[in-house]
């Protein structure tokens, strides 16, 4: 199903990963999170905007837990050239109820940075959040998670030191179809990096890896993670499809305390 989208008209493959469009109320579900963002950091003891590299976005920001505990590490989402990290600090409310550290990371979006400069970034963003983990009487084991373009930029940064396992939510695991949408223009994707930084082609890494999707996702959303899903067939992990939810509803799956996509990323500790 990825390799038959270069065969449709132009429209077709923009409308494909059109996830806006595919979401009429994606605006006022982008205001909630605002919102609840906003009331999480009104009552949590964060550390904001944490600066781990020169550029503008490289910051994270960090809510301490109980002593001893991982760290949920959460990247978020927007084609690599959309959205905020402060948009999505809700998402943490689990896991600090369920007594994980949380941080969250963010990166320089394209066209200002190439996909291999953002992949970068990010990498040193998970070691930055690691160290700061340490200092602050985390356990130093990550719990790494990202949505959408972010699921992409977990699966990438799997292999990195201390992280424990991976949650890709709606993840884009193959480049290739996105090379030939509008996203394209933003991104610039040259062959080289459809190849080097697609994870669907590249050897996999064995640790833990959560694919998961929403079944009221466009289809090839759901067909990334189902291919990759496959990729990785032998190893630890496992595929949640989240019943209803949709590209942006998917993410409360993992911001509630019960959530089931907490639930199984934290099975794996």
């Known amino acids: 199903m990825l390799d038959s989208l270069q065969a449709l008209p ?7 990963y ?3 469009a595919a979401v009429r109320d994606s605006a006022v579900k982008l205001a909630d999170f605002e919102a609840r ?3 999480l950091v009104a009552r949590a003891a964060g550390r904001l905007d944490q600066r781990f590299g020169p550029a503008e976005r490289q910051v994270f920001d960090y809510f301490p837990s109980h002593a001893g505990a991982p760290t949920l590490l959460f990247i978020h989402g927007g084609y690599w050239q959309m959205r905020h990290k402060n948009t999505f600090r809700f998402v943490a409310e689990g896991a600090l109820a369920r007594g994980l550290h949380a941080a969250l990371i963010g990166y320089t979006l394209a066209p200002q940075a190439s996909l291999t400069q953002i992949a970068q970034e990010v990498r040193a963003g998970i070691a930055a959040v690691r160290a700061h ?3 602050q009487g985390g356990s130093g084991e990550v719990l790494l998670c990202g949505w959408s373009a972010g699921g992409h930029l977990t699966a990438l940064g799997l292999d990195c030191e201390g992280v ?5 939510i709606s993840g884009i695991y193959d480049l290739a179809p996105i090379a030939h949408t509008y996203l394209n223009q933003a991104l610039q994707l040259t062959p080289g990096e459809v190849q080097a930084l697609s994870p669907l082609r590249l050897a996999p890494v064995d640790k833990p890896f959560v694919t998961a999707y ?3 996702e466009l289809p090839q959303l759901q067909a990334q993670s189902l291919a990759f899903s496959r990729h990785r067939e032998g ?3 496992a595929v949640v499809a989240v019943q209803g939810a949709d590209h942006f509803s998917i993410l409360n799956a993992l911001a509630e305390p019960q959530g089931v996509l907490l639930e199984e990323l934290m099975g794996w500790l």
Do not use: H
Not at 164 to 168: E, S
């Open 235 to 237: 190893l630890p992990g």
């Open 164 to 168: 424990r396992a991976g949650l890709g």
């Open 214 to 216: 929403g079944t009221a």
């Open 18 to 20: 059109d996830n806006t």
């Open 133 to 135: 983990a340490l200092e």
């Open 37 to 39: 963002s906003a009331a």
């Open 10 to 16: 132009q429209g077709l493959r923009d409308a494909a």
